[in-house]
């Protein structure tokens, strides 16, 4: 096996397109792995020269060099790719592998794992009728497929089946589960929610966007409805039936929560009988084409009843709204480029203030530099104000970020490398262009908390999702420091709560003040009281080592050289916690490595 393609960026990302990815921006890209509505992955070289893919989405959290890639997107065990790439092979197909017992999660010595959906197929001595494949439109790969087989009496029987590392085990995968459908959905403003993947695909061959849930009647709340999130309406077909008009009724109090137009048909008015579904209405209409069979769906629909939800006033519409906004995924913090501390503290809600501590030299204005190009590479508006240096010195420190060569910021270095740095500048100008309209600057002029909370309400109005200022600490008020730090605080959690966006402040400790607490920072007591969130970010002369947890279980040991404290975490379990992380100066970069373990 050939080492070096472990340390040589191309091969990584030549196996991420061949996963699936399309587009990546620097060193950022969606991830193939789960159905990643942005750019929830980074490309990174750790200490040990590695070349490594990291999705910083809570939701899938993978990561692993260019061999766990494949052996992630090919469901081939990573032993035998990489037997393969000692033999110096393609990675070997599921068609060929034979499977071990192991899943995503680990042993399943109880659970039977087959090569491939046919051969689970050809195992059930049953009469095959369809496969219905629950595709995952971001990797194109089935994350669940259902087969529908006739028993010796002609009786319908159904069995799920979902991927794993190895092959594919017979059973339903995790909840929440897909919806059927979902490419479709993405494409049309207008869908239908029949009972059933026969009903759906038979909605869909006519050219009808339609959806369902698996597994059938009284397991909606199983399903994550949320690909449905700002659709202009949702039609529902129940069946003919109690069943079917209950299993319906479930489905419709779930969409109403997400805010969306809900129309009930009336699957009389297709003159069906009890039990009666939409595929048996097209049955009646064989002998025409699919553009008149899809009309005479749409005649149906167009006595369908909308739904109005039901009203509720004082306390309680407060809390329906926020389940309501929950479900639609409108009310749901922002991710930061470490998958711990966005689990740990949910830090980036909806209205919510953090502070960032630190002493002088801990790289605190690396590590918010780092979130913010994070943040708009992911598409999320975000504005920074730089009280300290002017905005070409932050976009400089940003371009070593994202080229991972901190050289760039030597100017010996560029000047002897002129083609080199030239190179760099010209792969990401786009990037610079792009993050520098959400920087602000003000290095030679003082500002006043004054001016800084009007600039925070006129990026809030401007809709900004997140809005940070570094430090806060360098602006100054007319008024006694107590009062003013006091109102400031309480102008930005009011401008953050009004505007639904996250207020971010960098801060320093009280002169003289080693101790490592909320007592410690510079500002009233206003700031620790109102913020949501307290990080402070510790320094280490010498690399540490600590235990952080193991993804196999267990801990493992890793070098540090900063420790994040999370001081409060209103919003999160995190409150108590550290984060270990290595601040890499070649690239100028934090990696996190995970809650340090105290024995």
């Known amino acids: 096996m050939d080492d070096q393609v472990r340390y040589n960026r191309d091969s990584l990302v030549a196996a991420l397109r061949m996963v699936g990815v ?3 921006a620097g060193n950022s890209c969606r991830c193939p792995f ?27 959290g993978f990561s692993g060099d260019v061999y766990d890639v494949q052996s992630k997107g090919s469901r081939i065990a990573l032993g035998e790719v990489l037997k393969a790439a000692r033999r110096g092979s393609q990675t070997p197909s599921r068609a060929n592998y034979t499977p071990t017992s192991t899943t995503q999660n680990g042993p399943v010595s109880d659970k039977r794992v087959w090569p491939s959906v046919e051969s689970i197929i050809s195992s059930i ?142 699957p009389e008015s297709a003159e069906l009988g009890p039990k009666g579904d939409v595929a048996d209405y097209l049955c009646t209409l064989s002998s025409c084409d699919a553009e008149l069979k899809a009309q005479a769906i749409w005649d149906v629909l167009a006595e ?28 749901k913090a922002v991710d930061w480029p470490w998958l711990s501390l966005s689990r740990l503290t949910k830090a980036l809600l909806p209205g919510t203030v953090t502070l960032l501590c630190g002493d002088p030299g801990t790289s605190k204005s690396f590590y918010l530099l780092q979130a913010a190009a994070y943040w708009y590479l992911n598409k999320i508006p975000v504005a920074l104000f730089e009280l300290e240096e002017d905005r070409t010195y932050h976009l400089y420190r940003a371009l070593a970020q994202v080229t991972g060569n901190s050289q760039m910021l030597n100017d010996s270095w560029v000047r002897s490398n002129q083609d080199e740095a030239g190179r760099l500048f010209d792969e990401h100008k786009d990037f610079l262009d792009g993050f520098g309209k959400c ?27 997140v809005i940070a200022i570094d430090p806060v600490t360098a602006a100054v008020s007319n008024d006694k420091p107590w009062s003013a730090d006091k109102r400031f605080i309480l102008g930005c959690k009011s401008i953050a709560r009004e505007y639904q966006t996250s207020v971010v402040l960098v801060t320093h400790p009280k002169k003289g003040l080693k101790a490592i607490g909320m ?7 206003g700031y620790s009281q109102f913020s949501q969130t307290i990080l402070w970010l510790e320094y280490h002369k010498q690399i540490k080592r600590v235990q952080v947890p193991c993804s196999m279980g267990g801990t493992v040991e890793e070098e540090s050289n900063r420790t994040l ?28 490595k995970g809650p340090i373990q105290h024995s």
Not at 225 to 250: C, I, T
Not at 519 to 525: K, P, V
Not at 573 to 581: E, N, P, Q, R, V
Request: glycine letters at 10%.
């Open 22 to 24: 399309k587009d990546i």
């Open 34 to 60: 789960h159905d990643d509505h942005s750019a929830s992955g980074w490309i990174h070289q750790g200490k040990d020269n590695v070349w490594r893919f990291t999705c910083h989405a809570a939701s899938c």
């Open 125 to 266: 001595p049953l009469k095959h009728q369809e496969s219905y494949r629950y595709t995952n439109p971001a990797t194109g790969v089935d994350d669940l497929v259902v087969l529908r087989f006739l028993d010796e009496n002609g009786k319908k029987t159904f069995r799920q089946v979902h991927p794993v590392s190895g092959g594919w085990v017979m059973e339903s995968p995790d909840k929440p589960w897909p919806l059927f459908n979902r490419q479709g959905i993405l494409k049309s403003d207008v869908v239908l929610v029949v009972e059933g993947e026969k009903c759906a695909q038979a909605c869909i061959d006519v050219g009808v966007c339609a959806t369902t849930s698996p597994c059938g009647a009284g397991k909606a709340s199983l399903a994550d409805w949320s690909v449905l999130a700002g659709k202009k309406v949702v039609y529902l077909w129940p069946d003919n039936d109690d069943g079917g008009k209950k299993h319906m009724q479930e489905v419709e109090k779930i969409l109403l929560e997400m805010g969306l137009t809900v129309l009930v048909a009336n």
């Open 304 to 331: 369908a009843i909308q739904v109005k939800p039901v009203v509720l006033s004082g306390p309680a519409e407060e809390v329906r709204q926020r389940l309501s906004d929950t479900v639609s995924g409108k009310w």
């Open 439 to 465: 920087i602000w600057s003000a290095p030679d002029k003082q500002k006043s908390l004054e001016e800084m909370q009007d600039w925070v309400e006129e990026r809030a109005k401007a809709g900004c999702r």
């Open 519 to 525: 007592d410690g920072m510079s500002g009233g007591a």
């Open 565 to 592: 404290h999370i001081l409060k975490a209103r919003n999160g379990c995190g409150h108590g916690l550290s984060l270990a992380y290595m601040f890499d100066g070649k690239s100028t970069t934090f990696h996190e």
